[in-house]
Nanobody, 115 residues
């Protein structure tokens, strides 16, 4: 059973930064897309950022210019660097990893932006 291990969430003041990371509990030999989604209370889960196996990236308009997604294929790890955080970024952030024919989700890590 593959689990995704997420880390890096927490409480930060507006304008601050956090870095999320996520890796599967076992090494996967092939991963297509990796990404981060978020869900705020009372809202639907939404895509924050995704990165393909070739390094192509896709961002939600609300985070463009502030968040950067990256991946380390040798470590099966995906990162989300979040800068200039805003209160509206407060949500539970979920990692998503897609090997061929599979789709794995993490348990989520809470990000709270508040003064």
């Amino acid at each position: 059973q593959v689990r995704l291990v997420e880390s890096g969430g927490g409480l930060v003041q507006p304008g601050g930064s956090l870095r999320l990371s996520c890796a599967p509990s076992i090494m996967l030999f092939s991963i297509n897309a990796m990404g981060w989604y978020r869900q705020a209370p009372g809202k639907e889960r939404e895509l924050v950022a995704a990165i393909s196996s070739g390094g192509s990236t896709n961002y939600a308009n609300s985070v463009k210019g502030r968040f950067t997604i990256s991946r380390d294929n040798a470590k099966n790890t995906v990162y989300l660097q979040m800068n200039f955080l805003k209160p509206e970024d407060t949500a539970r952030y979920y990692c998503n990893v897609r090997p061929p024919n599979f789709n794995y989700w993490g348990q989520g890590t809470q990000v709270t932006v508040s003064s």
